[in-house]
Every structure is written in C-alpha cells, then in structure tokens.
C-alpha cells in the first residue's frame, strides 16, 4: 500500500512536471529536472526509511551501489544509511526494558534518549555503563521482524518475475538464501556471536578495529558494544587522495583477506558502517549479515581466479563456471565470449600497476550484471547465481561503488596476492609490512585460524 501511494504521488507529481516543461527554455528545463529528481528522491527516501527492515535496504544500496544515479539523487538516499527516522525515545527505553529488565535510565550509569545512528532495523544510543565503560547500545526496532518477514513473503514472486529477463536465474535457492541471511540479521544474538569471531581475530590489529560486545547487556534485541570512535564517509570524502587511498586499501584487505582468514565474509558494506581515522586506520560495523563458507566454496573462489587471473586459461575457467551452476553445460557460447563476461569482474586484478576504480568503473559493473540490451545480453540471460555467490555479489557491488566515491588507486593485484593463499606474496605496502609484523608477534599461522 505504502508503495502504491508513493507510485501515485510521484506518477502526478511527474504529469505535473512534464507540463510545465513542454514550453520552457533548454535552462529552466533542466533546474526543473533537477527540481524534480530531488523532490521524488526526498519522497522515496522518507517513505523508504519509514517502512524501515527489507524496503529500506534497497533504498540504502542503491545510494552506494548505482554511481550512475544523478548525485543529488544519491546524496539523498543515502541519508538512508545511518539517518532514517528514529523510533522515539520512549519506545527505545520500553523495548530495553523488555530486552534487559530496566529502563535505560536506571540501567546505565548515563543514555541519551537521542540516537546517534538509525537504520533499516535498529538504532543506536551512546551510554555509560556502570563500571563506566562507554557503550553504543543498537536496539531493535519493535515489530521490525513482522516487517521483514512480510517482505520476504514476497521475495518469492519477485525473483519470479526477474526469471522472465533471466531465464538461467534459479529463484529458489537465490529466496532461500536471502531470507537466511536477512533473518539472521534480526537475531542480535547470532550477530554478536559473529561479532566476536571477528573483534578476537582482528584484536590489536594497526589498521582494523572490531568493536567487543558486552555480554550482559546484550540480548537478541539489544546489542551493546564499545563505543568506536572515528568519522563518517561523507567526511572521509573531504579527506586527502592519500588517505583516501590507504582507507580504501584497509577496507580491500578486510573484505577479501577474510574469505581465506577466517571463511566469512562480513555481507553488508554500505558507507554508515565504517568509521574512520587517518592512517588508514577503520572501526568496522554491523556484523548481522555475515556469510561463513564451506571449504569447497572457498575452494571455488580461489580455482576461478586461477584460471582467469594466473593462468588465463579460459577453457578451465568455463569448466569451473559450469561446475558451479553459474552457467549450463550446452550454453551455445564460445570459451572465449564467456571468458570476455566474466573478465570485467576481475579487470581491477588483471593489470599490473596503479588502477583507479572510478564512478565509470561502478557504473559499468551495475549495467554488467543487468544490461540484458548489450552485447552480451544473451549470455546474462542465461547465467544463473549459486546460493554461495548471492553476498559475494552484493558486497563486491557495494564495495566498488564505495571505492568508486573515494576514486581508490592502488595496485589491488600486488595486494590481492598477498591475500590470495595460492600465492601468498610478500608484502607491497607500508600496511601489508605492518599487519605482516602484527601476524607475526601474534604467531598466527599462515592462513585460516
């Protein structure tokens, strides 16, 4: 309903605009354009974030994700990251009343009742907490769940309608793995558990912070941590091209370099969950989407980059393709048109030296994924994603199109290498010299835990 209502709002509100367009100047045609876009931006924007859980989620992706949106249009959006309308005050302390037994206000030794982050399905206080420990308490919007699960109801018919342009898509097992991980994004405390796998692995790290839960205060609706200190993206954003660079290198290596660590992957890279220092140094958050993989998925990762980025051997890297249902046996393409696909993906690691991944870069890689009209449009058409590629997909998305704001430079091949286990290169950077040493005092073996 709620979208049905924005659907005819903006429907009236565009017949209102192309009016008034029919007959002004090339100038005024397009202050009214720009008019428009961010009238029907703020509109989706208050809408989204009022319906909070699922809906909001794709209104926060497509602010980070699409860099080929008009800016105006995804500075909007993406208030939608860490500033949608908060729950009150009261309903906030009612619900940790609920979750922990008191009220806020006697709980800890100090809260404020205003929020300093609000998303798709919490928000999050700053406290003190008795032993004087200062906190950030993330509390779960009440009804949120009914929200979601309402959402993922029709997930089902949403993928089946995609089935009809991507006639390769297998929906089921695409619906069963997003509602896995959605659903386990409302359960504070399997977030927690993730939490603490990576604030145990990461503790001390010179560049990456997890923050550490606090056990007692912390339920399956209230998830209570310490309070990380940093900036903002969009400050970031104003930041130095070195600093620029040397954040977006923490990230690369956090993201990537835990695949083969630590077998997860943390699934949700939208900007409002970095915080950042100089240095390159990154406070990261939200631990509710995180995909751990099997050996054998893990396995596939590494044999497909092998095949197109060491050996570039296309044959096997079909073969590979094939094996993971990405692609059907008697699809009628060449070797190489598949090889041609799927090397987009991997253009930032195929070369040698500095590459800068840019809006153009981004953009290209949305309109890959979707673009059914271009010249590879039937062989889109006809691939299809595994249940284990779903969040790899999504982050890779996210990331680049976080990278792509921050206009990231580096040698990502030198620094992928030193991730990738089958190569396991020597350091390249002044940061991969410190986490090496960092591996070191704390013996870690090679790789894994």
């Excluded at 500075?75 to 309308?85: I, R």
């Excluded at 390159?280 to 631990?287: A, E, H, S």
């Excluded at 058409?381 to 890779?396: A, G, H, M």
Aim: glycine share 8%; proline share 6%; charged share 25%.
């Amino acid at each position: 309903m709620r979208l049905a209502r924005l659907g005819a709002r903006s429907g009236s509100r565009f017949a209102l605009h192309k009016a008034r367009t029919t007959f002004a100047s090339a100038e005024r045609k397009e202050a009214l354009n720009t008019e428009f876009q961010i009238q029907t931006a703020a509109d989706v924007t208050a809408e989204l974030g009022n319906m909070k859980g699922a809906m909001m989620k794709i209104g926060q992706m497509a602010s980070y994700i699409d860099t080929g949106l008009p800016d105006h249009v995804r500075q909007t959006l993406a208030s939608l990251q860490h500033d949608a309308p908060p729950m009150s005050p009261e309903l906030a302390a009612q619900q940790i009343e609920r979750e922990l037994g008191e009220r806020p206000e006697t709980l800890f030794l100090e809260w404020d009742p205003v929020p300093i982050a609000s998303a798709s399905i919490g928000q999050v206080h700053r406290a003190i907490t008795r032993d004087e420990r200062a906190v950030a308490v993330k509390v779960q919007y009440p009804g949120v769940a009914e929200a979601v699960a309402a959402d993922l109801n029709n997930a089902g018919w949403i993928f089946s309608g995609l089935s009809a342009l991507f006639p390769g898509v297998e929906p089921g097992p695409i619906v069963d793995e997003l509602k896995a991980r959605l659903i386990e994004e409302l359960d504070y405390e399997a977030e927690a558990k993730n939490q603490r796998y990576f604030a145990d692995f990461f503790d001390d790290h010179p560049f990456m912070t997890v923050p550490r839960v606090v056990d007692h205060l912390s339920t399956g609706r209230v998830l209570t941590s310490d309070l990380a200190g940093g900036v903002r993206f969009d400050e970031v954003m104003n930041w130095s091209t070195e600093e620029k660079n040397l954040a977006a290198e923490t990230i690369f290596r956090f993201s990537f370099g835990a695949i083969y660590r630590l077998h997860a992957f943390n699934g949700d890279p939208h900007p409002g969950n970095y915080l950042f220092e100089p240095g390159g140094k990154v406070t990261f958050l939200d631990f509710g989407l995180v995909k751990r993989f099997t050996p054998s998925e893990t396995r596939l990762f590494e044999e497909l980059i092998q095949s197109m980025v060491i050996e570039g051997d296309m044959p096997k890297f079909r073969t590979i393709v094939e094996r993971a249902h990405l692609l059907r046996a008697d699809a009628p393409f060449t070797d190489d048109e598949v090889g041609d696909y799927f090397r987009f993906f991997y253009r930032y690691v195929l070369q040698e030296g500095q590459v800068t991944i840019d809006e153009a870069y981004a953009a290209a890689g949305v309109k890959q994924l979707f673009d059914t009209d271009g010249p590879q449009g039937q062989l889109l058409k006809e691939l299809n994603v595994p249940p284990s590629l779903v969040i790899l997909q999504r982050i890779t998305l996210g990331l680049m199109g976080l990278f792509a704001q921050l206009e990231a430079t580096a040698n990502w091949r030198q620094v992928a290498e030193e991730l990738w286990p089958f190569v396991d290169a020597d350091p390249s950077t002044p940061t991969g010299r410190e986490i090496a040493e960092w591996r070191q005092e704390r013996n870690q073996p090679p790789w894994g835990l």
